[in-house]
């Protein structure tokens, strides 16, 4: 069962352009809701992060908005840039040992 | 280097063959996770540690497959009698309790079952 559904599968922006990543969840319990990006042979390293209580967060040119009614969250990267270029994994947790749920997976593609 | 560090990088070995995997977490981090990636989907939990206390385990942890974390630092994840359907990438990640649920990640271990 996937508790994360993430969208789109690949995505291809232009260098400055805006590339925004969406993700939706079904569990009522999350409470916790990071963004990964990872590289191939490499392990995912976390980008950003939320909770419920706020409903947007932007570290440099990354912003997280977050619609708790619509039980949906997005990943906006503002000026992309073609080293961006990774797959992007929106992720869940809410249970005490907060084990994280991981969407599918975004492979994001920016040309120069 | 003070992040999570795995060995081996990469293995191949023949189905059937025991394989073990290490995990360092970021010193002072009281839990452990593991994590399964196959290729082009998301990581999938395995299972967890408290220190060294395995707390969780997920159904896709199989009788085949033991891990241990015997003095609450670095972590073991073994798999017996190999098959080809456990070719993926083995994720090991660490997090302090207070953190809020913050895991970093290690490089991960390839297995290749042939």
């Known amino acids: 069962q996937q508790q994360v559904k993430q969208s789109p599968q690949s995505l291809i922006v232009q260098k400055g352009g805006i590339s925004i990543i969406n993700c939706a969840y079904e569990?009522?319990?999350?409470?916790?809701f990071p963004w990964y990006q990872q590289f191939p042979g490499k392990g995912p390293a976390l980008l950003i992060a939320i909770r419920p209580d706020v409903s947007e967060k932007k570290e440099g040119r990354f912003t997280i908005s977050f619609n708790k009614s619509a039980k949906q969250f997005s990943l906006h990267i503002m000026d992309s840039q073609p080293g961006d270029s990774a797959t992007y994994f929106c992720?869940?947790?809410?249970?005490?040992?907060?084990?994280?749920?991981f969407g599918g997976g975004t492979r994001l593609m920016v040309k120069p | 280097d003070t992040g999570v560090s795995q060995d081996p990088r990469h293995k191949i070995t023949k189905r059937g063959q025991n394989v073990t995997f290490r995990c360092d977490p970021i010193?002072?981090?009281?839990?452990l996770y593991w994590y399964r990636q196959t290729l082009g989907q998301g990581p999938e939990f395995l299972t967890y540690f408290q220190n060294e206390a395995q707390l969780e385990k997920s159904r896709l942890l199989s009788d085949r497959f033991s891990a241990e974390r015997p003095k609450g630092s670095f972590s073991t994840l073994e798999i017996q009698r190999t098959e080809q359907g456990d070719s993926a990438m083995y994720l090991c990640?660490?997090?302090?309790?207070?953190?809020?649920?913050?895991?970093?990640f290690g490089p991960g271990t390839r297995l290749l079952v042939l």
């Open positions: 992720a869940a947790s809410g249970n005490a040992g907060n084990m994280l749920t």
């Open positions: 010193s002072e981090h009281n839990r």
């Open positions: 569990n009522t319990a999350f409470d916790y």
């Open positions: 990640a660490s997090s302090l309790v207070r953190s809020g649920g913050t895991q970093y």
